[in-house]
């Protein structure tokens, strides 16, 4: 039986979706590396008799073009098609067929209704206008987003806007949030390498204490969090690796940390750069140590244009499958590259709750199927919405 939150049966049906959502679950493809997911996706939509284009976004990237029964304006809708290198834990029928790969951020859910969206729409093109389905590779960490955009993305297929959206834990089924600014942190990793003297661990005065250094270093970095930055702006600095020694009885020569470092203000994303750059400099010399440290911005902050966010507030409010659509919620400090193309290009990024399931990123998590009829929905009252004048 459908979920109560489902909307009634359209096409493509609810086993459908499924079918093609729990397919993709058993396949799951990292970054750059999803030529069997580019491959289905390429065959339903070719099925469903889309213009459709290969071999973007570093070769694995699809974008399926459907025009409408009338002249109009053009916009894009973007789904994610990576899986992430993680060891799966559930042991449910469909789960991941390869060791140490699993869709536990729900980019198999999110192509599914995309796909979905895309073959009902191409059945029924009743909209003015045009839209450009983006299934873009390598959301996790690599950039596929920025790859896509540097390929040329926006001049092969201009648009006026594009929009995308994410399942979220916790919100529950039925529920959506939009919103008008910040919607997703930058999100900047850095590697540490501290090089000192090694010695045996009996006379450390003989040598140089890179551990002792890089666990001040640890937790004095946090200062430029908790006593720099101010109150309101939001900020994380993570260190999330530390590699040094091993032997019980040698203080070892270097010592290597990575980490992370996340806010919405650029202003202050280039000065936390800056300050954890003058702290770790400061310490090393302190201690006598060498350093190296890389640095490098990955993705900027995701951030919605109020006009476009607000088309897609009015949109979820007249479904009638969705119960509540949050406007308040705070901002989430993870990251997403559809960033770079809401800097190239306007629109709105949203949640679509996925109710109590496990969190994103964890060996237990999976995309729940009830939404799955709902971001079909979605993405077709959005397109239907939009694409009736010239105003998108």
Not at 224 to 234: D, L, M, N
Not at 261 to 282: G, M, S, T, W
Not at 313 to 329: C, F, G, K, Q, T
């Amino acid at each position: 039986m459908e979920d109560a939150m489902t909307p009634p049966a359209t096409y493509p049906d609810v086993a459908t979706l499924r079918q093609w959502r729990h397919d993709f679950h058993r396949h799951p493809e990292i970054a750059f590396e999803e030529r069997r997911t580019s491959a289905q996706i390429i065959e339903i939509l070719r099925a469903h008799e889309l213009e459709v284009t290969t071999g973007l976004g570093g070769g694995t990237g699809v974008v399926a073009t459907l025009s409408g029964n009338r002249p109009g304006p053009t916009i894009g809708l973007r789904a994610d098609i990576d899986a992430l290198p993680i060891e799966e834990t559930n042991t449910f029928e469909h789960r991941s067929t390869i060791a140490g790969r699993m869709h536990a951020c729900g980019h198999d859910g999110h192509t599914t209704m995309l796909l979905g969206a895309a073959c009902a729409l191409a059945r029924a093109p009743d909209f003015a206008g045009r839209v450009h389905f983006i299934f873009q590779p390598a959301e996790e960490s690599e950039g596929g987003g920025r790859v896509m955009v540097e390929e040329g993305l926006f001049e092969r297929f201009p648009m006026e806007a594009v929009y995308g959206l994410h399942n979220w834990p916790g919100l529950p089924v039925g529920e959506a949030a939009v919103h008008d600014g910040p919607v997703m942190a930058a999100f900047d990793v850095f590697t540490l390498t501290l090089t000192g003297r090694g010695c045996h661990a009996a006379m450390p005065h003989l040598g140089s204490d890179t551990i002792l250094a890089a666990c001040q270093l640890a937790t004095q970095l946090q200062g430029v969090i908790s006593r720099e930055t101010p109150a309101h702006q939001s900020a994380v600095l993570s260190i999330t690796q530390f590699h040094a020694g091993d032997a019980f009885n040698v203080l070892p020569a270097s010592v290597e940390l990575r980490g992370t470092v996340r806010c919405f203000d650029p202003v202050l994303k280039a000065r936390l750069e800056k300050r954890l750059n003058e702290a770790i400099q400061a310490l090393a010399q302190f201690h006598g140590l060498e350093v190296e440290f890389d640095y490098q911005a990955r993705y900027p902050a995701t951030v919605n244009s109020p006009e476009h966010a607000a088309h897609c507030a009015r949109v979820l409010e007249e479904m009638p499958a969705i119960s509540r659509v949050h406007r308040d919620l705070p901002p989430s400090m993870g990251s997403e590259d559809f960033a770079f193309m809401l800097e190239h290009c306007p629109g709105a990024y949203i949640w679509l709750g996925n109710g109590d399931s496990a969190a994103l990123h964890n060996p237990a998590y999976d995309f729940n199927d009830a939404i799955a009829p709902l971001g079909v929905a979605y993405w077709q009252a959005l397109v239907r919405g939009l694409l009736t004048t010239a105003d998108t």
